[in-house]
């Protein structure tokens, strides 16, 4: 029987690869277009079912899926409903729709977190709700109710306040001044270096404040917070790719494969739903911006030979089309597995 935690990990993903797909397939019927399959996973055929023209299936390897477009190869036997009969414009938007519905997924599932859990945040000014026994806060005798005000003078209007000033203090002691019961009180304390944030600390845990934002407010935060998990994404690769210190994209902390996401899933579902979700909103937001890329096989490599299309006012060679997404696809399938054995070295 297998682990709990590796069939999770296992619907979690397939689970994206139908939102993926179900972009392409939603698109492609309203655009007339006939849906020949719609597939989760690729090899031999486990189980499937006939649902008018589209066959629904879940094959053996399930490292991803496709949809099956009438005419994509460049045949018209479905004649007016064949993918290439239709204008460029909603060729193109069935392409890309797939890693649309991926990059949107985020948006809906940080909506729905807002609504449902709120948001929580440190309080501020910052309170402290508990101290850590055998910390320097609790030899410099900060308490429960203890407000920071300042670290050496740096005023802590914010929690990021805190860490900045105890990080330039490094090993140093340093003043730290508290409101208690109305007056201010100063003690004085040596920070420690904490392994688990790579950072220096105090070692207490600061009051935190939770609230549900409405409808609006919880739109527009759903929206900031997949900006920048993009821009979080993007900034993370190009670091990998850039900074030789991190050891490069198949390096330790490189590009994760199958093996890798299925650990991380995992653990995260160990830690809780609200973790697990998080990383799925995560993947779902890597698969879309990494099937956009202009890679021959991926989303973006057919739309950008539809680009190409619009250029040279005529379509590209549907048998030579074909070549290079087979080659891209051989080349893919290598990047995986190359991926995926960096994965079981780790």
């Avoid at 499937?48 to 190869?73: C, H, N, S």
């Amino acid at each position: 029987m297998m682990p709990p935690l590796l069939i999770r990990t296992g619907i979690s993903f397939s689970g994206l690869v139908i939102v993926h797909e179900s972009g392409h397939f939603l698109t492609a019927k309203l655009s007339g277009i006939k849906v020949e399959q719609f597939s989760v996973g690729f090899g031999p055929q486990l189980v499937g079912w006939q649902r008018g023209e589209t066959l629904y299936a879940v094959r053996a390897i399930p490292l991803g899926g496709f949809v099956k477009l009438a005419g994509m190869d460049g045949g018209m036997e479905a004649g007016a409903r064949s993918f290439n009969a239709h204008p460029l414009w909603q060729r193109f938007i069935v392409i890309v729709a797939g890693s649309a519905f991926n990059l949107a997924l985020p948006v809906v599932i940080f909506f729905g977190i807002y609504l449902a859990v709120g948001e929580s945040n440190v309080q501020v000014p910052v309170h402290v709700s508990a101290v850590d026994a055998n910390t320097p806060a609790s030899a410099a005798g900060l308490q429960a109710g203890d407000v920071i005000k300042s670290v050496n003078g740096h005023p802590i209007s914010t929690f990021e306040d805190l860490p900045n000033a105890l990080d330039a203090a490094k090993d140093t002691p340093v003043t730290v001044l508290v409101e208690r019961d109305g007056q201010t009180l100063t003690i004085t304390a040596t920070p420690k270096f904490d392994q688990g944030t790579g950072g220096y600390i105090l070692g207490f845990h600061p009051a935190i404040r939770t609230w549900k934002p409405g409808p609006i407010d919880s739109a527009g935060r759903a929206v900031r917070d997949t900006g920048d998990s993009i821009v979080g994404v993007v900034g993370g690769i190009y670091q990998l790719a850039t900074n030789p210190r991190l050891g490069g994209l198949l390096g330790p902390r490189g590009l994760e494969g199958p093996v890798g996401i299925a650990k991380t899933t995992a653990s995260a579902a160990q830690a809780g739903p609200l973790s697990l979700i998080g990383v799925i909103a995560l993947l779902s937001l890597s698969l879309g911006l990494a099937n956009i890329l202009p890679f021959p096989a991926l989303d973006g490599g057919r739309a950008a030979f539809l680009v190409l299309e619009l250029v040279r006012g005529r379509p590209v060679d549907p048998a030579r089309e074909q070549i290079v997404h087979y080659v891209g696809l051989a080349l893919l399938f290598g990047l995986i597995g190359l991926v995926t054995y960096n994965d079981v070295l780790r």
